[in-house]
């Protein structure tokens, strides 16, 4: 396809004319001219901000969007916050040429997702569901109903396929050019021909932007550059580790018989999708090793660019998806066409406000969805930056989760090698990133894996999910659905915590020393929970935003009067540290990142204390040393910070060890722990345990769109405190409004065979009431325990959860539960205080 059949026709480019007058002031600027920045432009617009100018460096939609297959199809994500941007897309786009008269092609001639083997079977049946219950319209059909739809499919190998009859396709510039032609009618000014060479900061804060004609002052930047944004985004320190990958598609010479009204068609099997495109066939792939493109740094230059295809490399690949469609193979091919797409590290797009620079946001890394997700994720941004704080959860794909390594060219070509092959695999559970690994590794990664230990990626971590008994883990294990070959060592882990004594490395949980004269003063502030109490006490606390929604979950340590140690999940590390900056203030307390500095070391259940007092001249008695004791102790020839405090359930200690002392102290507990039968656990058995208990984890089963009565963390929440805290007007207001509507409550399936992941739909009488946000299997318990958010359209109490029947939908069958909001194990807290 030619460059302006691509475009939608001849002259579409030319609607917006190059003006180098720039203004000398703006309130926002936004840097990148693809579907993304003109969303962010069209709905900054029509939020009523249109002192808003986007530069783009050469012409609308020269980077990706101008070569995007046009694909605007909503099924399968198991994302709320996803969904819910690509549902709003599709509508805008069927909108936009009402409110602008600018067409943008859409056409829901519906989309087919194919499934050849029992995995993708059962993951689509999973998405299907949850797809559902958040509104889409998809059905489940056979191959004979796929073939009358898409005649020339091979479906001689399909099980089955999934149906949404009102997805399509888009004619991505067009869909471009609509946007941008809704923001200037609001006001918003497009300059095209103009580049953004630096943005401007003072103390840490955005003033303006240079560019190739001039300073523009400004208060907000968005930076869009797409393929650009990592480059762009280094000049201020600003981690946004995309990388450009081949990306290709071949469209045949005219088919007879291809009816340009048929669905487009998806077989991640054969690596590809399939739709009508000018009498003939559009073939897409996403091959399962892909081939980086300039690590080095995109070309400023580059402007509706296209690479010289890889027919070797690709050969095989596109015989094996042309193979789904036979004809094609027969068929003269008129294009093969390999452009640039830019992938992220975690197949997440990297969103929001830069961690150090305030103001500084960023909408960048859409692997390959931008065009189907950017209607949504324009409106997203753009309320983000009007109100001071997003409206979806956003824990999945925050900028502040991003890391400075993985900026380095070497990581980021050998990561994007998979991330791409990733779109189209089977995702299964548990699944753990294979390249670019090793880098961070606690000082007892060799000890722990000469025990057996199978390490997965814990945000760049290498965490030790499970042991083999054998001493040897397999460098790779056969995923599946259902029980996987390590179940049995699993279910061991997690009785040795219930019933005597395990060790687990969580030397990766982010932990920052704040200390200084006002450290206890401002930490109150920004908890929830009363934490400058008494030194030598650990406390459970969230942090909230000034709507009374989580911003973290985690615990704050009083050390001394004026030395806190603040520790959080990996996961929320960025967060957490960017919340401290920006709300500490002008205090006279400074934050110090510890995490690679401290060991830790847990030690739990009924066991521990016999273990640890073996090793410690220290009274570990309940009542020398009572629950949420904080104190240093003795351990062998070393001194650790020892904390009384547990997330699985049972008596326990963390010990915060110096990194230089960390293997001593776990020689130590071995040498006195093994004839006691202490026994190495990991994450797996860490992630059964606390969900039987109930525990929460941030951006996991409760992210930033809960209020704490919600996610049932009211206790902690100290209101009597003098100085208040952040978001208290508003915890106040939610707590007198009396119980929540919707609340996060535990849920176990009766079966024991069945296995909840995550996006299960949850049954009330036969009705949806809400899904499972995350799970896990409850060893104990004797079934799978998941938490699951549910709105009961009334106050959700005990009493409207007995009154109720309840099922859990997996993967299309429904189960018989149990629902609480008490904790299903130990609910008085028993065994953690004894």
């Known amino acids: ?20 007058d720039i203004p000398a002031r703006a309130r926002v600027v936004i840097i990148g001219g693809g579907v993304i920045g003109t969303s962010i432009a069209y709905h900054l617009g029509h939020l009523g901000w249109n002192d808003v100018v986007l530069l783009e460096r050469d012409r609308i939609t020269s980077g990706t969007t101008w070569h995007a297959a046009g694909l605007m199809t909503c099924f399968g994500s198991l994302s709320e916050t996803s969904m819910s941007m690509r549902q709003y897309t599709r509508g805008l786009y069927s909108r936009l040429e009402a409110e602008t008269g600018q067409s943008t092609g859409f056409k829901p001639v519906g989309f087919i997702e194919a499934a050849a083997d029992p995995g993708r079977l059962e993951e689509f049946r999973r998405v299907a569901a949850f797809n559902r219950h958040v509104g889409l319209n998809v059905e489940e059909i ?78 907000y930047i968005v930076n869009c550059a797409g393929m650009w944004a990592r480059q762009l985004g280094e000049r201020n320190g600003v981690a946004i580790p995309l990388q450009a990958a081949e990306h290709y598609y071949l469209i045949t010479e005219p088919i007879d018989g291809v009816d340009p009204d048929w669905p487009v068609l998806e077989d991640p099997s054969r690596h590809g999708y399939y739709r009508e495109e000018g009498s003939g066939l559009m073939i897409g792939l996403f091959e399962p090793v892909c081939a980086p493109w300039s690590v080095e740094g995109i070309p400023a230059d580059f402007s509706f660019g296209q690479l010289t295809p890889d027919w070797e490399r690709m050969g095989p690949y596109l015989e094996r998806a042309m193979s789904r469609v036979p004809i094609t193979l027969e068929s003269g091919i008129r294009t093969f066409f390999c452009g640039p797409e830019s992938f992220t590290p975690d197949l997440a797009p990297i969103v929001g406000e830069a961690p ?46 991003m890391q400075r390594f993985q900026l380095n060219p070497r990581y980021r070509a050998e990561r994007t090698v998979e991330t791409l092959g990733m779109v189209y695999q089977t995702h299964y559970p548990g699944r753990s990133m294979r390249t670019a690994r090793g880098l961070k590794r606690s000082p007892l990664h060799d000890r722990l894996a000469a025990r057996g230990a199978y390490f997965r990626d814990v945000s760049g971590w290498e965490g030790a999910d499970w042991y083999d008994p054998s001493g040897t883990a397999p460098e790779t294990v056969d995923l599946s659905w259902g029980r996987q070959s390590w179940f049995p060592q699993w279910a061991e882990e997690h009785r040795a915590i219930r019933e005597g004594v395990g060790l687990m490395d969580m ?125 240093e102790i003795d351990l062998g020839f070393a001194r650790v910070l020892c904390v009384r405090i547990t997330y699985l359930g049972e008596l326990g200690y963390e010990l915060y060890v110096p990194t230089d002392m960390a293997v001593h102290v776990y020689e130590e507990l071995l ?114 325990v998941g938490l699951a958010m549910l709105d009961a359209g009334e106050p959700l109490t005990a009493d409207w959860l007995a009154a109720g029947e309840w099922e859990v939908d997996v993967a299309g069958q429904r189960h018989p539960a149990v629902t609480s909001l008490r904790p299903l194990y130990d609910p008085g807290n028993e065994r953690i205080r004894s």
């Open 142 to 219: 056979g191959p004979r109903e796929i073939v009358e739809l898409f005649p020339f499919a091979d479906v001689s190998d399909l099980l089955g396929g999934f149906y949404v009859p009102d997805d399509g396709r888009v004619n991505p510039v067009d869909a471009t050019m609509a946007l941008a032609k809704g923001a200037r009618m609001k006001g918003v000014r497009i300059i095209e021909g103009v580049s953004v060479d630096q943005v401007l900061t003072r103390d840490s804060r955005v003033v303006g932007v240079m560019t190739s004609a001039g300073d523009i002052e400004c208060e």
């Open 671 to 784: 040498g006195a722990g093994e004839p006691m039968g202490l026994r190495h656990t990991g994450l797996k058995a860490l992630a059964s345990l606390r969900m039987e208990k109930g525990y929460r984890d941030f951006g996991h089963d409760i992210d930033n769109t809960d209020t704490v009565f919600e996610a049932g963390l009211g206790f902690a929440v100290d209101f009597d405190k003098p100085a208040g805290f952040i978001g208290r007007d508003a915890a106040l207001r939610q707590r007198d409004a009396g119980p929540p509507h919707r609340r996060l409550v535990q849920v176990r399936l009766l079966d024991p065979d069945p296995l909840l992941h995550h996006a299960e739909i949850v049954l009330r009488d036969g009705h949806e009431v809400g899904y499972v946000r995350a799970a896990s299997y409850g060893h104990t318990l004797g079934g799978a």
């Open 507 to 631: 030397s990766f949980m982010a932990k920052f020393l704040v200390q200084g004269r006002d450290a206890g003063r401002a930490l109150d502030r920004v908890s929830a929970n009363r934490v400058d109490g008494e030194p030598g006490v650990i406390t459970y606390t969230q942090w909230l935003n000034e709507q009374g929604t989580l911003e973290a979950d985690l615990t704050v340590t009083k050390l001394i009067d004026d030395r806190f140690l603040v520790v959080a999940s990996d996961t929320a590390h960025g967060h957490v540290s960017s919340w401290l900056r920006r709300h500490l203030g002008e205090s006279r307390a400074a934050v110090t990142d510890v995490t690679s500095g401290l060991a830790q070391i847990n030690v739990q259940g009924p066991g521990s204390r016999s273990l640890l007092q073996s090793l410690t001249s220290v009274d570990l008695s309940n009542e020398a040393f009572p629950f949420r004791t904080a104190r």
């Open 356 to 401: 150090d620079i305030d103001n500084y946001f960023v909408a960048a890394g859409m692997n390959s969805v931008g065009i189907l997700t950017g209607g949504g994720m324009g409106r997203i941004v753009a309320q983000w930056i009007v109100d001071g704080h997003p409206d979806v959860d956003v824990t999945g794909f925050n900028v502040d989760r």
């Open 1 to 20: 396809m030619d460059r302006a059949e691509r475009e939608g026709g001849e002259g579409t480019l030319t609607t917006l004319i190059c003006m180098t």
